[in-house]
């Protein structure tokens, strides 16, 4: 799967954030620290999803944009 994420540089590093995902961040002292990072959290959030769905109906689409 493929993300769209959001880089931001301070004087301590970089944060990055999933705008599609809200409350999916991380940071790290380098660009490539931050992307690794973001990776972690992003499977830490989709499985706290795949939790809350657990034995719910659910469908998935594909659409282009």
């Known amino acids: 799967m493929r993300y769209r994420i959001?880089?931001?540089q301070s004087d301590e590093g970089f944060s990055v954030s999933v705008p599609g995902l809200p409350?999916?961040?991380s940071q790290g002292a380098t660009?490539?620290?931050a992307v690794e990072n973001i990776k972690d959290a992003l499977r830490e959030y989709l499985a706290v999803?795949?939790?809350q769905l657990r034995g719910e109906q659910?469908?998935?689409i594909e659409m282009t944009v």
Do not use: M, P, Q, S
């Open 6 to 8: 959001a880089l931001h």
């Open 23 to 25: 409350g999916c961040w």
């Open 31 to 33: 660009e490539a620290e």
């Open 49 to 51: 999803v795949d939790e």
């Open 58 to 60: 659910v469908r998935e």
